[in-house]
């Protein structure tokens, strides 16, 4: 039978008018990071609230939005907002909606559609209604559950410790963020002066607002073909599956001089090959870690790994791609930092772009506390507990991930989130992860396994990559 109508995208989550500032400071986060001075992007759009040309229509007496006073900018976002809550009963949640494509508050259909993608544009509507009610939630204070009845996984980024939903996607696939806690993603080198590595920053760096926009940083993503994402961080930092799949291939030789690297294919046969594992015990370059703080208990060949799940820990045992290897914002004064390759390759063995797909990631899950009891399994037991510290918060909140005895990770603070920083207004004091918080189980289509056919594993074992280090066939 076809699908039914899409759900209409009212939640019936009031609010009411002296609720406005939290809204208004909503809608600056997530479109520009409350930069008033962001001049127009591909869209058109600028200014804190990106407004576009025509919508802004010379309020004030200003051409663009960007170049109003934030005053006039805050004063004609006001008036939509009042306009939309008296129109939808305060709703709250009919905000993002009437903001990012008001078309759908009419049509249902439109909300798991993306509008306008060639704008730069990736989220859907109802993926970007569910990032702004979190934010919403984080800033305002109040809290938002699901509607009754409504499944655990239709909202996971309004709960804390859930596992990450993939939106689902045409061409590049959609992926999750690879690394829990404070990170740094670095840009690749560009041909073009527009997008090179000294003129955008990530969004845990408080400058980028006043270089870049939302559109520009996907359309920085793009700006070389076949990118690979590398994130930099700390050492034995947890490193998550990227995508639901299967481990096709470990490769885990400590002294050998490779680096240690898993390969994780999803059902579609696109292999994700992971690169730059730890190899040393904590705090040295010894190349002689045991075999808990290298990988996961998930990093074997042949077990089902569910996105956002442990697999790794961070390390330096793979060099930096070439072109970063000169850079000084990549190496910070450090000859090989820890970080994590990762390249997608499809099934003729072709590199794809992962680049964007981890930008993506990136925005989709900043500030989400993203580890549970779902989060891994035991790796062995009786292990020493390895404490690792992370960047803190300037109230003092703790933040750190834990080894346990039985190598799984439980984490606090900045450490249980994803690319935190100070935009992120609520920290988890308490421990999440295996035998801590977060949400029990995983999601419901966890229940299903995922066995790759024949021809992906052949096809698989014939990739001509380095990397791969020819997966054995058995």
């Given amino acids: 039978m076809p699908p039914g109508p899409a759900a209409p995208?009212?939640?019936?989550?009031?609010?009411?008018?002296?609720?406005?500032?939290?809204?208004?400071?909503?809608?600056?986060?997530?479109?520009?990071?409350?930069?008033?001075?962001?001049?127009?992007?591909?869209?058109?759009?600028?200014?804190?609230?990106?407004?576009?040309?025509?919508?802004?229509?010379?309020?004030?007496?200003?051409?663009?939005?960007?170049?109003?006073?934030?005053?006039?900018?805050?004063?004609?976002?006001?008036?939509?907002?009042?306009?939309?809550?008296?129109?939808?009963?305060?709703?709250?949640?009919?905000?993002?909606?009437?903001?990012?494509?008001?078309?759908?508050?009419?049509?249902?259909?439109?909300?798991?559609?993306?509008?306008?993608?060639?704008?730069?544009?990736?989220?859907?509507?109802?993926?970007?209604?569910?990032?702004?009610?979190?934010?919403?939630?984080?800033i305002s204070g109040t809290t938002i559950a699901p509607r009754v009845g409504e499944p655990l996984q239709a909202v996971p980024s309004l709960i804390p410790g859930a596992p990450p939903v993939l939106p689902t996607s045409e061409g590049d696939p959609s992926l999750s963020f690879p690394v829990l806690g404070p990170s740094n993603l670095i840009?690749?080198?560009?041909?073009?002066?527009?997008?090179?590595?000294?003129?955008?920053a990530t969004p845990s760096d408080a400058s980028w607002v006043a270089v870049t926009s939302f559109a520009d940083i996907h359309e920085a993503g793009r700006c070389a073909a076949q990118t690979p994402g590398?994130?930099?961080?700390?050492?034995?930092?947890?490193?998550?599956?990227?995508?639901?799949?299967?481990?096709?291939?470990?490769?885990?030789?400590?002294?050998?001089?490779?680096?240690?690297?898993?390969?994780?294919?999803?059902?579609?046969?696109?292999?994700?090959?992971?690169?730059?594992?730890?190899?040393?015990?904590?705090?040295?370059?010894?190349?002689?870690?045991?075999?808990?703080?290298?990988?996961?208990?998930?990093?074997?060949?042949?077990?089902?790994v569910r996105a956002g799940q442990v697999i790794g820990f961070m390390g330096n045992s793979a060099a930096l791609p070439d072109q970063m290897q000169n850079d000084p914002e990549a190496l910070d004064g450090v000859t090989t930092p820890p970080h994590v390759q990762v390249r997608s390759i499809d099934l003729n063995g072709d590199a794809v772009d992962t680049y964007g797909p981890i930008v993506d990631a990136m925005f989709r899950q900043t500030c989400q506390v993203m580890i549970g009891p779902w989060s891994g399994t035991a790796h062995g037991d009786g292990h020493e507990p390895v404490l690792v510290a992370a960047a803190d918060r300037t109230d003092g909140t703790g933040s750190a991930w834990v080894i346990s005895e039985t190598g799984q990770v439980t984490a606090t603070g900045w450490a249980a989130m994803v690319n935190p920083g100070e935009a992120c207004t609520s920290t988890p004091a308490e421990m999440f992860g295996p035998g801590a918080g977060g949400v029990e189980e995983g999601l419901a289509h966890w229940l299903t396994p995922i066995d790759l056919p024949?021809?992906?594993?052949?096809?698989?074992?014939m990739h001509d990559d380095l990397d791969t280090r020819g997966v054995v066939l058995r």
């Fill in 187 to 200: 840009l690749p080198e560009c041909d073009s002066d527009e997008s090179s590595i000294d003129d955008v």
């Fill in 454 to 461: 024949t021809e992906t594993w052949v096809a698989i074992s």
């Fill in 230 to 304: 590398v994130i930099t961080g700390a050492q034995l930092q947890p490193v998550l599956a990227v995508a639901d799949g299967v481990i096709t291939n470990v490769h885990d030789e400590p002294g050998s001089g490779d680096p240690i690297s898993i390969t994780l294919t999803d059902a579609s046969g696109t292999s994700f090959v992971y690169s730059g594992f730890n190899d040393d015990n904590p705090g040295t370059d010894d190349g002689n870690a045991p075999e808990h703080l290298r990988l996961s208990g998930l990093a074997e060949v042949g077990r089902t």
């Fill in 9 to 138: 995208p009212e939640l019936s989550i009031v609010v009411y008018p002296e609720q406005i500032e939290y809204i208004l400071a909503t809608i600056r986060h997530l479109e520009s990071r409350d930069n008033y001075l962001a001049p127009p992007n591909a869209g058109n759009a600028s200014g804190a609230y990106q407004f576009i040309r025509s919508t802004w229509n010379n309020y004030g007496g200003y051409e663009h939005a960007y170049l109003a006073p934030p005053a006039v900018q805050d004063e004609r976002a006001a008036l939509d907002v009042t306009r939309f809550l008296a129109q939808f009963n305060n709703d709250v949640s009919m905000i993002p909606v009437m903001w990012y494509y008001p078309i759908a508050a009419s049509q249902p259909e439109w909300m798991d559609r993306v509008p306008g993608p060639q704008f730069g544009n990736r989220l859907t509507i109802r993926e970007y209604q569910t990032l702004w009610l979190r934010n919403f939630s984080r």
